[in-house]
């Protein structure tokens, strides 16, 4: 049995790069190709260093080797990652914050928000500091899901300036336009105005030292999104989803606007929340209401780490709603699944910074309280 080295290159232009639009081929990632005999070797030059892309890569390169040339052809796939020197993340650094996820959904009603205050808790349970932004302008829900919807920030004097100082809650700093508003009134406010808002809470507070700041980001993909990334030098994003179809065709959308070429920020996974219901009564029985693993396929589908799923649990609501985040709850299956999510995404915000530039030096530097992290 004797490879065609045209034959193989053929079959190779029908897949391309997870996050590329061109085939292997056609981009340039195909760099060369040799055969000996049933034996091929091909040359691979990937821009990113993510372990689930090189080995989707190796794989869909076998598969299709296999497939369309010749089932028993040995295949050796050579990977040699170039990154890209350009900066990856845009914006003005603010001194003391060490990493800036975002989190967002495509649409709204996904438990963004739910989501965003238990990764938070489970955060600051681990040993970092944290603070949460809420960017969510027109459904501002943090003040009531950590139980401050009455506080006002005041004014301290920092090195000669006035700033705010953030709420603090469960021992996470907390700013969100829904302390400069009544809980009856409506924020009835155009684009320019939020976006001027959420720059004075994140340029104007005093947010001290923070190993993570996350921020709530409103529902779809506008003009908040925007200020934020031209803002800030975001290290990440998180997507939240529910699992059914509709749900995962705007979460699709909300993956894309980061990884999009004018926004380019790195996402660190995607969050499956109301994956599944169990009854108290029957705890071996999973109910897929909304569908099965939807967040999970799509995340395989985009090549991006699936970073968990989150049941449906009343107490997750009645904790929200009471100002106590479930992730609270000692001993519990929630407080388990919100903290092996949130080990997730420090593994991932790790390994985003150990591999890709930024414009700022952004490094985690205590691994406190999170064994599944290697020090």
């Not at 821009?47 to 295949?75: C, F, Q, S, W, Y």
């Not at 993340?89 to 603010?94: L, R």
């Not at 970092?128 to 301290?156: C, H, R, W």
């Amino acid at each position: 049995m004797k490879l065609d080295r045209k034959e193989i290159l053929k079959a190779l232009e029908t897949i391309t790069v997870a996050g590329e639009g061109k085939n292997m081929v056609e981009s340039g990632a195909v760099t060369n190709v040799i055969t000996f005999g049933d034996e091929v070797v091909v040359d691979l030059v990937l821009g990113t260093p993510a372990m689930h892309i090189k080995k989707r890569a190796e794989d869909d390169i076998k598969k299709t080797i296999h497939d369309l040339v010749n089932a028993e052809a040995k295949v050796k796939v050579n990977i040699k990652v170039e990154v890209p020197e350009k900066p990856e993340i845009k914006g003005k650094s603010i001194p003391g914050i060490k990493n800036i996820i975002a989190v967002a959904s495509g649409k709204g009603g996904v438990g963004k928000s739910t989501v965003t205050a238990n990764l938070a808790v489970s955060l600051a349970k681990m040993g970092f500091s944290v603070g949460v932004l809420d960017a969510d302008i027109y459904g501002p829900s943090m003040p009531i899901m950590f139980d401050v919807e009455n506080e006002k920030p005041i004014s301290i004097l920092v090195d000669g300036k006035s700033k705010m100082k953030p709420i603090e809650s469960y021992e996470i700093k907390l700013l969100s336009i829904g302390f400069f508003t009544s809980p009856s009134q409506a924020v009835i406010w155009r684009g320019p105005m939020a976006s001027k808002a959420l720059n004075q809470m994140i340029f104007d507070a005093d947010w001290g030292e923070l190993d993570f700041m996350l921020i709530d980001l409103p529902p779809g993909t506008g003009d908040i999104h925007l200020s934020i990334m031209q803002s800030l030098p975001v290290t990440g994003a998180v997507v939240v989803s529910t699992p059914q179809a509709v749900a995962l065709a705007d979460a699709k959308k909300g993956v894309s606007m980061f990884l999009s070429e004018a926004i380019n920020v790195p996402v660190l996974g995607i969050i499956e929340n109301m994956a599944y219901f169990t009854p108290e009564e029957l705890p071996n029985n999973k109910y897929y209401i909304f569908g099965q693993e939807g967040a999970k396929n799509l995340a395989a589908d985009l090549a991006v780490p699936f970073l968990g799923e989150v049941p449906i649990v009343q107490s997750i609501r009645e904790a929200g709603d009471y100002g106590r985040p479930a992730a609270m709850q000692t001993g519990s299956v929630i407080e388990t699944v919100f903290e092996n999510i949130t080990r997730k995404v420090v593994e991932e915000t790790v390994s985003r910074n150990e591999n890709l530039p930024a414009t700022e030096a952004i490094k985690i530097t205590t691994m406190a309280g999170c064994s599944a992290v290697k020090k």
